[in-house]
């Protein structure tokens, strides 16, 4: 039904801008209501027909197993947002849950009866997410939360009664930790008022007695406490030492006698050990992997651990039997991505969601004791044949300080001669890495448009190890814009590639970077995309919202210290705008927490004194980033539009 209305909406729409399309003149594409668009040509309908199938391709991701049967929650877009439906068995048909205007995220089962499930929601994208529950007989929804705070979803209990999650409520900025019983919500209760807004509950100890939490305080130190389930007491795990440490997470054994832990202490990477309460002692469990462990998750019965290895952005599975410390063979998987890694509680079934170039992201599960590999999902590619889709290469280019810097190459379709234009599309973070992945509509690029699509992981990326990631924090922040300077230079050498055709992109502090590119080498590119960007390092972190300020200092440096906030705005794009030459596209949604509406406003304002093309599109119901699809459809839109206007045509005039 909800397919239905938007596909009704979609008509009314096309309909209503033939109707008011001026004669003589190709119809137009309209914005919907919440969309504040400026400086942007129309859109040709034409253009919007052509591009359709690419912006109908789904994906899965795995939430939740059901405590008893063997069936599923998973998250999938059917309609405009991603939803929560119910797969009772392999490829079975999915049945949608939720049908809200705002998608739910971390729907889990209640873990021992599973009669209802705990999912979150926000507003408009503004991240102050309420936790509800649904019940399963009844469909009933039930709101947990204050309704207005910004709250975590949180960890259930062992024995499946309660859950810790933090909140936002009693400072605005502080995630204090609070506990629930889902079944009386008027259960909920303070458990300990704590200072910032890096701590979240990891794990329940087996008697429930204990919470772990962490402490995040950057992306290279966070701590771990032990807390006391009913007086909120606590104690630090993981005193500080003499270099800084990320615990990225932890759980309690089976016994209680210990903690599985992934922390690069003594260590470049990101490793699997074992930490016991009795003699304080930390062993290391994957030392002979030279690799950063990203996510691992234990059977209910505490005999194996699963886990999975970022191996040069390809992830790797893991099955480690927790008694002889040693590896199990497992199935063979082709080169992607594994993500959510999660048991059922017979200890045999290992779900989790596979993505690659090739194939849009859907949910498996390996038998552990048969090794058969079951797909569960199947989800629909908008009719086109993806097997022939680019594969990523992994590229590498020196940078100016000598240091060797990568990224994933995507060549567009072999039916385009010649050099080829580049799309420089630079992640967000910057604590992130790209990895080799289903690209969605910007297949599109590739296949119809024939421009190449190089994703870089320049300095301060992930995967690399924690000495790389230090590599642009601070004073250093323009090293990691360098790089991209060093990648020009790079594309120039490729006999394949159009060094005088490139277009930079990103997202939040990919966007930054864009800007930043834009600032820097505007002679060396045709044009930029500025998605929620930072525009001013200053009014950034005075803005941004007050429980992940502290955060972003310890970052990108804090703005309150004289000299840091001189470097701060000195390298600003804001304070460089007049250095923009080139066209300039920025989008930005109205609610985003992270970076304030007001970074996209002002370097508009600005770059436009330039006399320089500037295309501008708000979302009115959108925060970090376009999720609703018919936001997301006009954005691309757009962007193909920018890319066609700015980046194809071989004179490169405007």
Do not use: C
């Not at 009913?230 to 210990?258: C, H």
């Not at 930390?282 to 999975?308: C, H, N």
């Not at 194939?359 to 086109?384: F, M, Q």
């Not at 990326?461 to 814009?481: A, H, I, M, P, Q």
């Amino acid at each position: 039904m909800q397919f239905l209305r938007s596909t009704i909406a979609l008509l009314l729409t096309i309909a209503f801008s033939l109707a008011t399309a001026s004669p003589g003149l190709a119809a137009s594409f309209a914005p919907n209501e919440n969309l504040v668009v400026e400086g942007v040509p129309a859109i040709p309908l034409e253009l919007v027909e052509g591009v359709k199938r690419y912006t109908e391709f789904r994906s899965a991701s795995l939430a939740s197993w059901h405590p008893q049967r063997r069936e599923i929650l998973i998250s999938t877009r059917f309609g405009n947002n991603a939803q929560v439906h119910r797969v009772r068995s392999p490829l079975a048909a999915r049945t949608q849950l939720t049908f809200f205007t705002e998608p739910p995220s971390g729907a889990t089962y209640q873990p021992t009866q599973g009669n209802y499930f705990v999912f979150s929601r926000d507003t408009g994208g503004n991240e102050f997410s309420q936790n509800y529950r649904y019940d399963v007989a009844t469909g009933e929804v039930t709101l947990l939360t204050d309704g207005k705070s910004k709250n975590s979803r949180g960890v259930w209990s062992t024995k499946g009664d309660r859950m810790a999650y933090t909140s936002t409520r009693r400072t605005g900025k502080d995630a204090d930790l609070y506990v629930i019983e889902p079944m009386k919500p008027t259960s909920d209760r303070l458990l300990a008022t704590v200072e910032g807004g890096g701590w979240g509950p990891l794990d329940w100890s087996p008697n429930d007695r204990q919470l772990l939490v962490s402490q995040y305080l950057s992306a290279n130190e966070s701590y771990l406490w032990l807390f006391d389930t009913q007086t909120g007491s606590r104690t630090l795990l993981t005193p500080k030492g003499k270099e800084t440490v990320l615990y990225e997470s932890a759980v309690f054994s089976k016994d209680g006698k210990g903690l599985y832990v992934v922390s690069d202490r003594d260590s470049e990477f990101q490793r699997l050990a074992y930490y016991n309460f009795a003699n304080k002692r930390y062993t290391p469990l994957t030392s002979k992997i030279p690799w950063d462990v990203e996510d691992f998750d234990l059977s209910e019965d505490g005999k194996r651990l699963a886990f999975v290895t970022n191996e040069d952005g390809v992830s790797v599975l893991h099955l480690l039997d927790t008694k002889t410390r040693r590896e199990l063979t497992l199935p063979k998987l082709p080169n992607g991505l594994i993500l959510g890694l999660n048991w059922h509680r017979n200890n045999r079934d290992l779900g989790f969601a596979f993505v690659s170039a090739r194939s849009t992201a859907d949910i498996y599960s390996i038998n552990v004791t048969t090794n058969k590999l079951e797909r569960w999902t199947e989800s629909e590619t908008g009719g086109i044949n993806t097997r022939t889709f680019s594969e990523a290469d992994l590229v590498r280019w020196k940078s100016f300080d000598g240091k060797t810097i990568s990224g994933f190459l995507y060549r567009p379709a072999q039916k385009f001669a010649g050099k080829r234009p580049v799309i420089i599309d630079i992640h967000g973070g910057p604590e992130s890495q790209f990895r080799p992945v289903f690209l969605g509509r910007q297949n599109y690029y590739l296949n119809e448009l024939g421009a190449a699509i190089l994703f870089p992981n320049v300095r301060g990326s992930t995967g690399y190890g924690k000495s790389f990631l230090k590599l642009d924090n601070g004073f250093l922040r323009e090293d990691s814009v360098k790089d991209i300077g060093a990648l020009l230079n790079w594309i120039a050498t490729q006999p394949d590639l159009d060094a005088s055709r490139v277009m930079v992109t990103g997202g939040s502090y990919g966007g930054y970077m864009s800007l930043a590119v834009a600032t820097t080498y505007s002679d060396r590119i045709r044009g930029a995309i500025d998605i929620v960007g930072i525009s001013n390092f200053v009014s950034f972190l005075e803005r941004t919202e007050s429980y992940r300020r502290d955060l972003r200092r310890v970052e990108y440096g804090d703005e309150r210290d004289s000299k840091m906030r001189e470097f701060l705005l000195n390298i600003s794009p804001l304070n460089n705008a007049e250095k923009i030459k080139k066209p300039l596209f920025v989008v930005h949604g109205k609610n985003d927490p992270r970076v304030p509406l007001n970074e996209a406003e002002q370097i508009v304002a600005t770059v436009r004194k330039n006399n320089t093309p500037v295309w501008y599109l708000m979302a009115k119901d959108e925060g970090h980033g376009f999720a609703k699809k018919p936001n997301a459809d006009f954005q691309f839109y757009t962007t193909v539009q920018f890319i066609k206007t700015y980046l194809l045509n071989e004179s490169g005039s405007q």
